[in-house]
């Protein structure tokens, strides 16, 4: 099975405190971050939000909606996230920050594979395409958090 390995990075000219504040409140995603539909929360999690299970439905620019559940496993606090994802797509997603000077660093690794069958099939050939279209979504995701936040996306790598 196909697996994808992409890797995006927000710098941002906005307070540490905040970017991750914004990351960690999925549930508000739909309001800035466009592609994303709906954010469901399922299961509340501990205290640090370990265990806690959220349901996303994103749609990019391609035909196609995915819908998956994402299970925190780690956190630390203005450090890091880390979920395993289950559902249309499988496997592991982390989001971590750092400072550089005055900005705001957004790291974000999802290392997955597709489950829909059709997907599967068409991964030799999309690839590309389903490659572009994640990349949108992010770009987006930079762009939305920064007006969120009254700050500047002061750039954004993905590979």
């Known amino acids: ?3 994808y390995h992409f890797l995006t990075i927000w710098k941002l000219d906005a307070p540490r405190a905040a970017v991750c504040k914004a990351i960690e409140d999925s549930l508000a995603w739909p309001e800035w971050w466009q592609g994303v539909e709906q954010v469901e929360e399922l299961a509340g999690g501990d205290a640090n939000g370990i265990g ?4 996303y439905t994103w749609k990019g620019r391609l035909p196609y909606r995915l819908t998956f559940d994402v299970q925190v496993t780690q956190m ?3 450090t890091m996230v880390e979920g395993v994802a289950s559902g249309d797509v499988e496997g592991l ?7 550089e000077g005055e900005f705001t660093v957004a790291r974000y690794e999802w ?3 597709p489950t829909p069958r059709w997907m599967r099939l068409l991964s030799p050939l999309a690839s590309p395409l389903f490659r572009w279209n994640h990349d ?3 770009r987006q995701g930079g762009e939305g958090l920064a ?5 500047r996306l002061v750039g954004i790598s993905q590979r």
């Open 1 to 3: 099975m196909r697996e």
């Open 52 to 55: 806690s299970i959220r349901r």
């Open 76 to 78: 630390e606090l203005q």
């Open 93 to 99: 997603g982390r989001w971590t920050f750092a400072t």
């Open 111 to 113: 290392n997955v594979r």
């Open 136 to 138: 949108i979504l992010m």
């Open 147 to 151: 007006q969120c936040l009254n700050a």
